[in-house]
Every structure is written in structure tokens, then in C-alpha cells.
Nanobody, 120 residues
Framework: QVQLVESGGGLVQPGGSLRLSCAAS????????MGWYRQTPGKERELVAV???????DYADSVKGRFTISGDNAKNTVCLQMNSLKPEDTAIYYC??????????????WGQGTQVTVSS
């Protein structure tokens, strides 16, 4: 299948910054949308930020003004710059990519997840 390789997770103190990166390989198409979701125990996975091939972006209300997403449609990569991190941002972050046509049996693919922990 399309492989999403994530990097940049880790432990950071409140107010600090992290940059998450994701690259989709083995795809013969450019993405329609690519973004990041996060999940904590007892809660459903939620959208954090997404960018489309047309350059539009969307953010969860809880991260607006603090996070910035950027994507390169030609390279099928996406980055999430996370600033002013709060303990509430602690979660497993998952990269997601959506493509216009089926390949490897699907149009949507997920990364394995990377842990982000914000704590003193």
C-alpha cells in the first residue's frame, strides 16, 4: 500500500515547539488532501489540520493560531509546525493522505502514529 512515514514526535515542555513531518511513498497520484489527526484514550480521532491540493487549509478550533500545516502536492509531503504547545495537545498524532483514485485497494491511507507528549 501507500506508505506514510512520520517523524518529529516526542516529549516537549509546555510552551515549546515540535515539527511533525509526513511523506507518502509508492503513490502514483498526487494527493487531494493530506493532514494530521490525533487521538487520546476515551476519545475518537479528531482532525487537527488538513491541507488540500488547491492550497486551502483547515484547523481544529483548539489549535488555530498555534499550529501551521504546509503541504507539497508534488512531493506528497506534509508538515505540521506546532508552537505554544499545551498539555492538552498530548496525543498520538496520525498522518492521513487522500488520493483522487484507488490504488492498492484504497483512496485513503494512514500513518502508524507518533506520540506527542507535552509535560513539565
Amino acid at each position: 500500500q501507500v506508505q506514510l512515514v512520520e517523524s518529529g514526535g516526542g516529549l516537549v515542555q509546555p510552551g515549546g515547539s515540535l515539527r511533525l513531518s509526513c511523506a507518502a511513498s509508492r503513490s502514483i497520484f498526487r494527493f487531494n488532501a493530506m493532514g494530521w489527526y490525533r487521538q487520546t484514550p476515551g476519545k475518537e480521532r479528531e482532525l487537527v489540520a488538513v491541507t488540500t491540493s488547491g492550497g486551502s487549509t483547515d484547523y481544529a478550533d483548539s489549535v488555530k493560531g498555534r499550529f501551521t500545516i504546509s503541504g507539497d502536492n508534488a512531493k506528497n509531503t506534509v508538515c505540521l509546525q506546532m508552537n505554544s504547545l499545551k498539555p492538552e495537545d498530548t496525543a498520538i498524532y496520525y498522518c492521513n493522505a487522500r488520493f483522487p483514485f484507488t490504488q492498492f485497494g484504497s483512496t485513503t491511507f494512514w500513518g502508524q502514529g507518533t506520540q506527542v507528549t507535552v509535560s513539565s
